[in-house]
């Protein structure tokens, strides 16, 4: 298949712009679910291998922390990369990702490593799309968990999260059901991830990450790709009039505790401190003994001991 020139190539993400881009012809429609009119939903449209949603995590944690209280945020797989049949925007195979994305790694400041798509490179993002579903199943908690898993894995590790070993183990490390997760990725998460496809091509959505703000009227704000922190809270705040920031405990011990790894850049965002800061502090935990650092060609994770 030879897309027209105008077509956009999923893998080929804009930094500037914050998004990895699909294409799509279909008009929005209106959603049609149940809100509860004491918070605010946000439905966000991502993908296991989206670098420019990867890039949100810094925003999207400080959002739980500040008005987690206030949100109700559900995860819906929009389905980056069904395969390679395609040839668009200078990327026909896996090893033309590679530098795209060791590009955007800087650009977002959060470690990714293109080498994967040399290494080891994916043939679609559905399967660990169909396998987030599965987790959801299961619980829709240690789902974002597992998520966070997979991601750590293909950005940093450079595993192919298509293999079934690399979903297992995830799905081991947040304590799910490895069993019924293994049957649920063979059923009822297939039926769950092609109902997700629908309504983003019913939203026209276009790309990765959208975020839908509906208030209880079910009036509906959109962010479109990656944005400063001040962005997604005005989107939230022009939703209801009810939302209050919450203050929380800006320490590494509480900020650990709530999300067991970090980026320099997450923990800059979360303890409101320069990233150059962030950094030094986490290195002297980790001359501490009480952080562990994995360090990739782009960057690095602290992870708590």
């Given at each position: 298949m030879n897309p027209s020139k105008t077509e956009k190539n999923p893998l080929l993400c804009?930094?500037?712009?914050?998004?990895?881009?699909?294409?799509?012809?279909?008009?929005?429609?209106?959603?049609?679910?149940?809100?509860?009119?004491?918070?605010?939903?946000?439905?966000?449209?991502?993908?296991?291998?989206?670098?420019?949603?990867?890039?949100?995590?810094?925003?999207?944690?400080?959002?739980?922390?500040e008005y987690g209280n206030y949100v109700n945020i559900e995860y819906k797989m929009g389905g980056l990369l069904p395969d390679w049949n395609y040839n668009s925007g200078g990327i026909s195979k896996p090893s033309d990702v590679a530098h795209h994305w060791d590009e955007v790694s800087a650009y977002y400041d959060m470690p990714i490593d293109g080498d994967l798509w040399l290494e080891d490179p994916?043939?679609?993002?559905?399967?660990?799309s169909i396998a987030f579903k599965a987790a959801q199943i299961q619980d829709k908690?240690?789902?974002?968990?597992?998520?966070?898993?997979?991601?750590?894995?293909?950005?940093?590790?450079?595993?192919?999260?298509?293999?079934w070993e690399y979903l297992e183990e995830a799905a081991k490390k947040v304590n799910l059901d490895t069993k019924q997760f293994k049957i649920d990725c063979d059923t009822k998460a297939k039926t769950l991830f092609e109902e997700d496809l629908k309504l983003a091509q019913e939203q026209g959505v276009r790309g990765f990450p959208t975020l839908l703000f509906i208030d209880s009227s079910g009036k509906k704000e959109t962010v479109y790709g990656s944005k400063p922190y001040a962005v997604f809270e005005q989107a939230l705040t022009n939703s209801s009039s009810k939302v209050n920031k919450k203050e929380y405990n800006k320490s590494w011990q509480s900020l650990f505790a709530t999300y067991h790894s970090l980026t320099a850049r997450e923990f800059s965002e979360l303890a409101l401190i320069p990233r150059k800061e962030a950094e030094t502090i986490l290195n002297d935990l980790v001359k501490n003994n009480q952080l562990e650092k994995q360090t990739t060609k782009n960057g690095s994770l602290w992870i708590l001991k």
């Open positions: 804009d930094p500037q712009l914050g998004i990895c881009e699909i294409n799509t012809n279909t008009e929005t429609q209106s959603i049609k679910q149940e809100v509860d009119s004491n918070k605010v939903q946000i439905i966000y449209f991502t993908d296991p291998i989206c670098s420019s949603c990867w890039g949100i995590e810094p925003q999207l944690k400080r959002l739980k922390l994916l043939h679609s993002s559905y399967p660990p908690h240690k789902a974002i968990l597992f998520l966070r898993e997979i991601r750590e894995m293909v950005f940093l590790d450079k595993k192919n999260i298509t293999k």
